[in-house]
């Protein structure tokens, strides 16, 4: 059986980490508040942190993703970035800061309140929404029935997902 | 460990006050192993193991080039560079190591250098005009000792600011880190306190660890050191190794032979098991995790800092 730990899902995104409290050496802020809990955590960052953050929030990563991108294109070397939300969206918009070329060490995610988790269809690469890994949902592009497996992109957040029964139907 | 490289003196250049720059080759003309930008050749120097940046392209090279700065007061293996080395003499070196390579994802270079810490710089320009990889520097150096300036100049344009004044370069660091697209990395050479000053000025401009990278010559950074004892396992014998000897030069001394080659903590030959006590890492060789971890020092380098280190020998 394969340890969860060795695979591409960080272990926040799974609610089994301990998080580390934020790094707050950092010169800006970009904080990302997802969903009601996301949005209220985000707040209370804000309020903490001396001078003027920039703050982020919607219902779910795809309302500030648009936002996101355009803060981080802008953006100089001594940027943190925090993100609050549930996994799903969190994985969306770790993809997000990964590809504007944010470090590791540049980001903190707090995994708080509960929301789909994106699967991408390795058969017909449309993204579907599940609720937690080992699932078996129904693609919303070709229709095939497709297992989340536990290996999500870095890039794009999204799980891996594949026809559960592909051995089975050749037979 | 892989055979050491035999290198002929094709050429010497001593333009530079205080600066020699060699050009080496294979004995038959051959092609010279590559290398990564910012890679360092471990050369025999009359009897003596002296790390030097190459400086030149290091992708199917017909040529190492290396630039040594004469010093005096050192082990000697610099002042053996400048004063018994003639065009057509043979060394020895052992294959180019990195420790101070380009980070590919980075989207911008930031080339920090002082002195002769230009070397390394020169081999990353080299590479970045060859992949079009975009890169600023900043240079100083003393106005009568201008190493690799046209070379620099020639390889980054206007991204190159030269400067001879210390407080000039210091004006301009602040401007420089507070200004960088996310995504860049830092590179600093030069001595360990423009090192410093560099990491500390970068770190309050908040930049984090993974973007810094730092190449400090192995012989500038290693103080004498304070003295502390080792104690032998197999014997309980106990040493004490005074402040300027190595762990290795006391153990030899005892007549314990232990296999080694660069004798600067770069090439990873003289590593020994630790079985107690706290080893202080000063080599290039060992990763941060293996240091943190404590079971093993470079004993040419790395020294201790609790009072007594236990080692199986």
Known sequence: ????????????AVGAATVAPPDDRGTTYLLVGVGEEGTALAGSWASALPGKPTVICGDDAHAVSAAVRTALDTARVGLRVWLAGPPGACLVLRGLAVSAAVEEDELHVSVVGAGPIEVQCVHCQTASTAVAIGD?????????QVVVYYHVSRRTGRFLGYMHDAEEAGR | MSQPLKLVVSGIDDTVAGIRSLTLSAPNSGRLPPFVPGSHLVLDCGGRQNAYSLTGEGVDPIEYRISVLKVSGGAGGSAWVHECLAVGDTTSALLPRS???????????????GGIGITPIVSHLCA??????????????????PAHVDEVRELAGDAADIVTARADFRQRLGPLLAGQPLGTHLYTCGPPGLIDDVLAMAAGHGWPASRLHSERFGADVLDPGEP????????????????????LEALERHGIAIPNLCRHGVCGECRIPVTGGVPLHRDLYLTDEEKQTGDALMCCVSRSKSPALEVPL
């Open chain 1, 136 to 144: 078996i949902v129904p693609c919303g592009g070709c229709g095939r």
């Open chain 1, 1 to 12: 059986m394969t340890s969860l730990a060795d695979t591409s899902v960080p272990a926040w």
């Open chain 2, 99 to 113: 420790a101070f390579a380009p980070v590919a994802r980075a989207r911008k270079h930031l080339l920090v250098a």
């Open chain 2, 128 to 145: 970045a005009r060859t992949w079009h990889r975009e890169v600023q520097v900043l240079y100083v150096h003393r106005e009568d000792s």
């Open chain 2, 228 to 247: 502390f004892d080792v104690v032998l396992g197999k014997t309980g014998t106990r040493l004490t190794v005074p402040s300027g000897t190595s762990l």
